[in-house]
């Protein structure tokens, strides 16, 4: 199978055009340090890459929520999308954001996890509303408003938007998790959830 067909597709550092060597080396300096998974793909079209990936240091580090609280809503996306190397990535620091252990597992399993605070609440709730109905029901977005405040609960949008188009990113192209790592979601049919034909 040649390169351009292969998945996930096949970056060369050594290979790059200036306007990818630019990008590769803005992501590298940037707070990320490391260019992988699904900004690999997107370094295939470097236009795409460059916004991408300027949007994502907003929705990580920049946004008015705190990072518990972004990372609340990211392990949400990741496990609703079933996409491995994005839970991969994001628990751990999910967890270390002060995310309980328990919670993230909750999460991953599709149960409701038990939240112990009104920001964290307002956070779940919204974000799996949106998510799962592909709307919000006004009780749980006067509560998200009212709770973390009407620019948060934008950022939060962005977050959620964001976040499934790198989980989407590494469905599509089959983005593995690093090389000795366990698949986040194989006990849940991860494998059998992507492939599987479409109705």
Known sequence: MSDEISRPPTLDESALTADQRRIYDDIMSGPRGIVEGPLRVWLVNPGLADKAQALGAYCRYGTRLAP??????????????????EWHVHAPIAIKAGVPQAVAEAIRTGAAPRLDDAE?????????????????????????????GLEATVDLVGILGYYTLISMTINAFHVPVPAGAVEPFADLGRLSAVHQDPE
């Open 68 to 85: 518990r609280l972004s990372e609340l809503a990211i392990l949400v996306v990741g496990a609703h999308w079933r996409s491995g190397f």
């Open 120 to 148: 964290a609440r307002a956070v779940y709730g919204f974000a799996t509303e949106l998510v799962r109905r592909r709307e919000v029901a006004e009780p749980t977005y006067r509560q998200a408003v009212s709770t973390l």
